[in-house]
């Protein structure tokens, strides 16, 4: 089940920085189309996040499972998901992997170990424990993660499903994506906590802090637990440090966040960081980059058409599926 | 520990009627300006809820109340449903009047147990009130899927110690959330959202509650009586319009409440029109549509010409895709075709 490395080479590295820029050329394409009034519904955007929102996730192999919430779209780019699932699922079309029923990042792909979540914070960290118990119980070399904001945290079911995790020493790995804000609510509102990672000891398991800008160091700590997690050795808690650089949702401008955070922030974008890190090591130049980023448009570009074009689903598929057969 | 406003009785003004001035209003100022004269009214009445104070709510429906009463009584939270429903239970256990606002109806489920259990099960045993109020943007409408566009007030209206009220207009849903202020009991408002920027009406400038349990004829008609609630209230009055065209004459009654329901007022509708149609958005199965045609099939029988119909969502969560969610959503053409089949009797 173990094929990625601790330590990444040039193959892995580059596919992170293509997963990166994909994720940021996706959002940044679904901001202008919300702008424009093209989607229907809502978009909830986790850029300057691409770090631990891709390099966490990157850790899990196949047959793993993820559990993303609200703003984690990027999350699932390494479990598969593609360019044009992300723009049918906001366009809302038959063929998106929701059938149009479920809106905006709530989709998600059982088959390729990513679940369609749902919006209730943070509901499914009690369903990936579960996933979990699933593999402890078929003694499967699987393991779970999940996902959610610093926010979410305040959650009974949150402190629920780590103990329980923790009781049964569940082979899931728990990501808290620490970045700022719950809507308008900062940090020092919703805990007096210092750290989201010091709850873990409340659970017995560790509670691993990383610089949720810096892909490298959230890959080698994703790694690190969701391989302990796969030997036996229980869940962890991953706080990653970051900042959410646009508003809640896109009706959002976020006002509340004052100018210079974000301007220190912009100068942390994970994405920039990484390039001088691949640059630094010879693995990326100007040409290089320039090709990653033509393909990257083409796809977004190619995804978007692709979307327009496809069909609303029927009306009266609104009643159907309600069960299973 | 029971203060004044324990005992302050929602004032009369059952139908709201009579000359009295008014001022157009938009649905969603009717129910800020009610939040803001109780809260100056009683000193016991605060609010929590996710991000109320400086943003002032999700859908602004608090916006300005930080300036005016400060964070001591306009209070964030974080996200925690149980813990600050709980909480309001705890303080109007000491006299305290709590207003919870959830972000959406969606996530009132999210505290179902507090609600449930706690707050609908004190009163019962010993008499103690628990006069708190859970307000909540409820319905669908605008392409925003199975998580923030439910209608759930039949599920609260199922379990006996709760109120539940959802009003259809801004003179309703203020005079509404005052009464609710008011009342004794754990009360859950719900406030559709597809009208809180969309629809205005008159609201009476002087200080008015209505009273809780009370339906409204929103218009008077002989032929069919469409019994219906909340933003539905629309869909009721566009279809008489439309069925006036055809010489039929509806009868629009807005239940206003529902729990408790106003039994004789839908009797009265009924001995007057002998046909009933009941619109509703919840979803169909075991509802209010089913307890409403219940209550007529029981006491009102023999003043039926026809069978009561029900028109309302489907047994399905609400979809996102706007063909889905238009099919969904019970339709003026849905009316009309219950209408035009009770024509036949
Ligand atoms: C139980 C629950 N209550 C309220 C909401 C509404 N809501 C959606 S996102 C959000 C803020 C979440 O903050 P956080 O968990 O830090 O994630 P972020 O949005 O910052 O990524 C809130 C309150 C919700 N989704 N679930």
Redesign the interface.
């Known amino acids: 089940m173990q094929v990625k490395p601790l330590e990444l080479g040039t193959k892995e590295l580059m596919d992170i920085y293509y997963l990166m820029r994909l994720g940021r050329a996706i959002e940044d394409r679904l901001n202008l189309l919300y702008k424009g009034g093209k989607l ?3 978009i909830y955007l986790g850029t300057g996040q691409e770090a631990i929102e891709i390099g966490a996730s990157y850790a899990l192999e196949e047959g793993d499972v993820l559990a993303p919430t609200h703003r984690d779209m990027m999350s699932q780019l390494p479990r598969g998901i593609t360019p044009r699932e992300v723009f049918l699922q906001h366009y ?3 063929n998106s992997l ?1 059938h ?5 990042n ?1 989709q998600g792909d059982l088959r390729r170990g990513t679940f369609a979540t ?4 943070p509901n499914f960290y009690p369903v990936a424990a579960g996933a979990a118990l699933a593999f402890k119980l078929r003694k499967e070399p699987r393991v779970a993660m999940a996902y959610c904001g610093e ?2 945290t ?3 079911d949150w402190h629920e499903a780590l103990n329980v995790a923790s009781v049964h020493n569940l082979p899931v790995v728990f990501v808290v994506i620490n970045n700022g804000y ?4 900062p940090v020092y ?3 007096k906590v210092a750290n989201v990672a010091d709850r873990a000891v409340a659970y017995a398991m560790p509670g691993v802090i990383v610089d949720g800008n810096d892909v490298v160091e959230c890959y080698r700590e994703a790694k690190k637990a969701v391989e302990r997690a796969r030997d036996g050795g229980g869940p962890t808690l991953i706080e990653a440090k970051t900042m959410r650089m646009r508003g809640h949702a896109g009706h959002d401008s976020a006002t ?1 966040v004052a100018k210079d955070i974000i301007d220190l922030w912009t100068k942390r974008d994970p994405i920039v960081r990484f390039e001088a890190y691949l640059n630094e090591k010879g693995f990326l130049n100007e040409d290089s980059k320039k090709e990653v980023i033509d393909r990257i448009n083409a796809m977004v570009e190619d995804a978007v058409t692709f979307a327009e074009a496809s069909p ?8 159907e599926d ?1 069960y299973a057969e | 520990m029971s203060t004044p406003s324990n005992r302050m009785p929602a004032s009369g003004n059952v139908n709201g009627g009579g000359r009295r001035e008014t001022k157009e209003t938009l649905f969603i100022d009717a129910i800020t300006e009610a939040l803001r004269e109780e809260m100056q009214r009683d000193p016991n009445v605060f609010m929590v809820g ?2 109320i104070g ?2 002032g709510g ?1 859908f602004k429906v608090t916006k300005g109340l930080l300036e005016q009463f400060g964070p001591e009584r306009i209070i ?1 939270m ?6 600050f429903t709980g909480m309001a239970v705890g303080a109007a256990l000491m006299g305290m009047r709590p207003i919870v606002e959830y972000q959406y109806a ?2 009132i ?2 505290a179902w147990d507090q609600i449930v259990n706690v707050a609908a099960r004190i009163h019962y045993r010993t008499r103690d009130a628990v006069p708190m109020v859970m307000r909540a943007p409820s319905g669908a409408g605008l ?6 566009s439910q209608s759930p007030e039949g599920w609260f209206a199922h379990v006996p110690g709760l109120k539940v009220i959802v009003p259809g207009t801004p003179w309703d849903a203020k005079g509404l959330l005052k009464a609710a202020i008011r009342d004794n009991n754990p009360v859950v408002f719900f406030e559709h959202k597809y009208l809180y920027r969309r629809l205005k009406g008159p609201v009476p400038v002087d200080d008015y509650a209505c009273h809780i349990g009370a339906a409204k004829v929103q218009r008077q008609g002989t032929d069919v009586t469409i019994v219906t609630y909340g933003a539905m209230l629309q869909t009721a009055l566009a279809a008489a319009d439309k069925a006036q065209e055809k010489g039929i004459s509806v009868e629009v009654l807005d239940l206003r409440t529902i729990y408790p329901l106003d039994k004789i007022q839908i009797l009265q509708s009924i001995a007057k029109t002998g046909k009933a149609i009941m619109l509703y958005e919840d979803t169909r199965t075991l509802g209010i549509g089913a307890e409403v045609s219940a209550i007529i099939a029981e006491e009102g029988f023999e003043y039926l010409d026809g069978p009561i119909l029900r028109v309302s969502s ?4 609400i ?10 959503l019970p339709q003026v053409d849905d009316v009309m075709a219950a209408i035009d089949k009770l024509s036949a009797y």
């Open positions: 229907p519904g809502a809302a079309r038959a929701t149009g029923k479920g809106e905006d709530y749902v919006s209730m914070l926010g979410a305040s959650v009974g719950a809507y308008s609510t509102k919703e805990m509340y609303y689903p029927e009306p009266k598929e609104a009643i309600v | 996710e991000d400086t943003y999700a964030d974080p996200v925690a449903e149980e813990a969606d996530f489920h999210c392409r925003a899927g199975p998580f923030h489907p047994d399905a969560p979809p996102y895709s706007p063909p889905l969610e238009d099919y969904f």
